[in-house]
């Protein structure tokens, strides 16, 4: 049996930008239950967390990371993630295993982009949500004046817990024992009152007893209240911290053990059941008597152990010996061994409860995404995940070595199965593989994997665009497919209409024959030979989207009509149609913030304007920084992280995520097209 049960748990994932310090965070926490006997150093490479050689490397987390810590006869599991741009998808993809995120603000540089991305990601997701501001201790710094702009990004719903005191040296608290004097912005009294009047309003008659009777309230009695305040995003608490002092990591510690959500407490779990349009949510709760249901969100590769899957138990129990089905397969898997994890230790474990997280090794089907349950009760289950990233930088890669080709499908699937916002394109009409990923960072980190862990070296081509095409009118084609080569021949007319659809709608195939013009069986045929010049693209290569297309006429012969034939005729019908129907190229138009010295605004404007971007806005920061927001099209940032070093003295950074498509300029049209005639010919 688990020494301790469901309500004993606490998930909490630690997010923020690049440098707010939740690895050393995480250290402090760990040293301060006494998992580890002193804090480990991000600069020494001496972490927990921040264990694969690349990280040691960098002083940068790049993938996330478990650890937990008991305390109070409480189990907290803390996961540490990445920060940088590079590695949202990282991030996010880890959140569906919690009930609370822990945004980690770093005192001196304030909000930064990724932490606002962050925010509107976990409101999305319904999490209950903290703010952690770390390094308090750092010197010029107005907490107060932070703490206000916390408050104007984000809400008023962000209120103090505890305060800093004696320039950051001890924090005091504001919600359990509000005695305290001395701190460094505002006062005890005045944080104490807003943050019980704003969990007081989930109660009504808790508000009368508090405004009415004028009765103090006892933290025990706000404690189911402050839970509905965090679920439904009425209360995020705010923390401060040192993580290099470990001023504030007690108070941080009794936050979570007695504010932060079991899995009782927290939003439950987003499954639903079903397929496609028939699918509908289901609930999941966290009681150990009913089926084993759990999910795998996050896969490790490792060269010496195999296959890991880490998942997330939602429902029941799972121990060794427990049979296990991966999604919809109709056989069963033996735990053999169950694992919790502590960084990059394995620690065996015979049982794991509701809420825990834990890892089991060496099974091939489990995969990301998975759900995991011991009842076919529980079949088609899907749980609701993150929204990742759009992987838009590509590079194109070849093997160095001729032979290698089938170890580097091998190792780019492995790769694939470990990061979401990773995606590997085939062209066949290039003959090209390209790896997409959110970044050049992301891109170098994959190729580096490529040659020191899986032993593979690769020629990279400049990053690819991925382009797209579409239609802007309506249009009708028509191919007639005959061939006759002695014996039986082939033969298949087709006449079809095609139509725009709405960005972002896709396609849709429509049989409009009548009167048996084309046999039933012959229109999955014309479908397949439109969807193949979906994917190849009809004007430059590029998939084809947001299209109609109505099969209304064709004729067919008895002897020499086949499938072939008619999927042949389908193809080119369909390329007739979109010749007519003025179609385009759409390109991809990123959403970029830059935060740089104030100082060089005026050449980033410049430098923006000249690669067909705009600024929207600008917000200045600390310490003569400002952060400028706008758009640009992607082609355009090719070889930009050089471009702005260069600019900024190295003191810039940005950031970018997918906008939408728009049509890209004639003339960059016709050099596409051209260039793809060419490579045809």
Known sequence: MSEYNAEDVRNIALVGHAGS????????????????PA???????????????????????????????????????LIDTPGYPDFLGRSVSVLPAVETAAVVINAQAGIESVTQRLMNALDNRHLCRMIIVNQIDAPDLDLGALTTRIRETFGAECLPINLP????????????QPSGEGADFSSVAEAHG??????????????????????????????????????????????????ITGAGIPELLEIMVRLMPNPSEGNPPAYLKGEGATMEPVRVSPDPTKHALAHCFKIINDPFRGKLGIFRIHQGRISTNSQLYVGDARKPFKVNHLFRLQGNEQIE????????????????????????????????????TMECPVPLFGLAITPTKRGDEQKLNDALHKLQSEDPCL???????????????????HLKVLLRRLSEQ???????????????????????????????TGGAGQFGEVYLRIEPLERGEGFEFVDATVGGVIPGNFIPSIEKGVRQVLADGAIAGYPLQDVRVSVYDGKFHPVDSKDIAFSTAGRKAFIDAVDKAKPVILEPIVKIRISAPDSCMGDLAGDLSGRRGRISGSESQSQGRIDIDGEVPLAELSGYDARLKALTG????????????????????????????????
């Open 21 to 36: 310090g939740k690895t050393t965070l995480v250290e402090a926490l760990l040293a301060a239950t006494g998992v580890i």
């Open 39 to 77: 804090p480990g150093s991000v600069a020494k490479g001496t972490t927990v967390c921040d264990f694969d050689p690349l990280e040691k490397e960098l002083q940068h987390s790049l993938d996330s990371a478990i650890t937990s810590v008991d305390v109070h006869g409480k189990h907290i599991n």
């Open 165 to 176: 005191a004696d320039g950051g040296s001890r924090v005091i608290d504001c919600f359990f």
């Open 194 to 243: 807003h943050i019980i009047d704003q969990v007081v309003e989930m109660d009504e008659a808790l508000m009368e007893i508090y405004l009415e009777q004028g009765q103090d309230l006892a933290p025990e009695q706000l404690h189911d209240p402050f839970e509905t305040a965090l679920r439904e995003g009425h209360l995020i608490p705010i923390c401060y911290c040192s993580a």
């Open 349 to 384: 474990v015979a049982e794991g409860v509701p809420g825990d997280i834990l890892a089991v090794s060496r099974v091939d089907d489990i995969h990301f995404d998975a759900v995991l349950h011991d009842s076919h009760d529980e079949d088609h289950y899907h749980l609701t």
């Open 423 to 441: 995606h590997i394109e085939h062209h066949a009409a290039t003959n090209e593989t390209i790896m997409r990923g959110l970044g050049e960072l």
């Open 454 to 484: 899986f032993h593979v070296d690769v020629d990279t081509r400049p990053p690819s665009i991925p382009y797209r095409e579409t239609i802007t009118a309506k249009a009708d084609g028509h191919h007639r497919h005959k061939k006759q």
């Open 650 to 681: 190295g003191e810039g950074i940005y950031a970018i995520e997918l906008s939408r498509y728009e049509a890209v300029p004639a003339s960059i049209q016709k050099q596409l097209a051209d260039a793809y005639q060419r490579s045809e010919d």
